[in-house]
């Protein structure tokens, strides 16, 4: 058995080769806030109690690096990854209406089982995007 129950997940990855085109899809569109940006290597934001983590493959599947002394483990993936981020309900439209108005295309909309709903996108590396309420996992919004 674990030590503890794990609590959330902090941080999650997803990797693009252009990281300006990706800072702006998550800073702008999305609006999460940046921080970090390290050229040609990452982009960071804050994404409510976690993190979403943007690298450039190219570079850390390729190049080792250390923080305090310490290896950071080289990674990288190729092909589309996918992110769900949460918002109730009641804002989905809103949601769709300003990714119309930015110019993203929705993908697919899912109504699930449980009740909640997502809207599906693509990021500008071919990520797919579902903003979605937290119903659909049983979760409160």
């Not at 800073?27 to 806030?33: A, F, I, P, Q, R």
């Not at 976690?50 to 290896?71: E, S």
Request: glycine share 10%; hydrophobic share 45%.
């Amino acid at each position: 058995m674990p030590p503890t129950t794990i609590a959330r997940v902090l941080e999650t990855s997803l990797y693009a080769e252009d990281l300006r085109a990706a800072d702006h899809f998550y800073g702008t569109v999305l609006g999460l806030e940046r921080i970090a940006f390290v050229e040609g290597r990452h982009v960071f934001f804050k994404c409510g109690a976690g993190v979403v983590l943007i690298f450039d493959p190219r570079t850390t599947a390729t190049q080792p690096t250390t923080v305090n002394g310490a290896p950071v483990p080289l990674h990288g993936a190729r092909g589309a990854g996918h992110i769900a981020l949460a918002v109730a309900d009641a804002e989905l439209p809103a949601w769709r209406m300003h990714l119309r108005t930015n110019g993203i295309a929705i993908e697919s909309e899912v109504t699930w089982p449980r009740g909640g709903r997502s809207l599906y996108m693509r990021d500008p590396a071919g990520n797919s995007v579902e903003i979605a309420s937290p119903t659909l996992w049983g979760f409160q919004e």
